[in-house]
């Protein structure tokens, strides 16, 4: 699995000295809105050079973002997760593991925000790259996507960093949770952690319920 090591970052006012190691196989980003989640990952996958402080980060790094529209270049489905695998058998078979067989031959761009961001997803996972880079993963899904989301996600052996609104799914996917605000790392554990610490009351966010024990 790949590691990620943040030292010291600074961007202009959104991240503040943020230092951060991520060695374990799931880590979840968590905080207010404008806290700098989305920016911190984009520092983390090299798609933001930081003002100040330095970044070591595997080779191969996959990522859906926040548009998952943004992942497509090619006419239909088939033919974006083929590319990305190698094989049309292939990308079809990924696609039938997870139900969404139907959607092949369909335009990427057609599709509703939340089978978009499932294709995003996929194409990020499917070429087994180091790491996986997921902004706002569980947007548009229903409850049933969410756990198939987590089930792929905890079955692949790489590293996986999360920013997420969805604390239900971000403490329940999660081996560790870093809970940002304004631009610093305010606290950062094993989810059990963080909810006993109370870092998530101290800043308004709601609290999962029922956390344990996956989806």
């Not at 991520?22 to 090299?46: F, W, Y």
């Not at 402080?53 to 006419?75: E, H, M």
Request: glycine letters at 10%; hydrophobic letters at 40%.
């Amino acid at each position: 699995m790949g590691v990620f090591t943040v030292e010291n970052v600074w961007v202009k006012n959104i991240l503040r000295d943020v230092t951060l190691n991520v060695e374990d196989k799931v880590t979840s980003i968590v905080g207010p809105n404008g806290s700098g989640k989305t920016t911190l990952l984009r520092v983390m996958a090299g798609l933001i050079k930081p003002d100040k402080g330095a970044v070591k980060r595997p080779g191969k790094i996959g990522g859906s973002w926040q548009n998952p529209y943004f992942s497509f270049t090619k006419p239909t489905v088939l033919e974006e997760l083929s590319e990305t695998v190698g094989s049309k058998s292939e990308a079809l078979e990924i696609l039938r593991s997870m139900g969404l067989e139907n959607l092949a031959g369909k335009s990427p761009f057609t599709l509703s925000m939340g089978q978009a961001r499932l294709i995003s997803i996929i194409l990020a996972v499917a070429w087994k790259p180091e790491a996986v880079i997921l902004d706002e993963p569980t947007n548009g899904l229903s409850c049933g996507w969410k756990a198939r989301v987590w089930r792929l996600l905890r079955n692949m052996n790489t590293t996986i960093i999360i920013a997420s609104h969805d604390v239900e799914f971000a403490f329940t996917i999660s081996d560790k949770i870093v809970v940002l605000n304004e631009g610093i790392v305010v606290g950062e554990g094993s989810p059990r952690d963080v909810l006993e610490k109370g870092y998530l009351r101290t800043l308004g966010l709601p609290e999962p319920e029922n956390w344990r024990g996956g989806l």
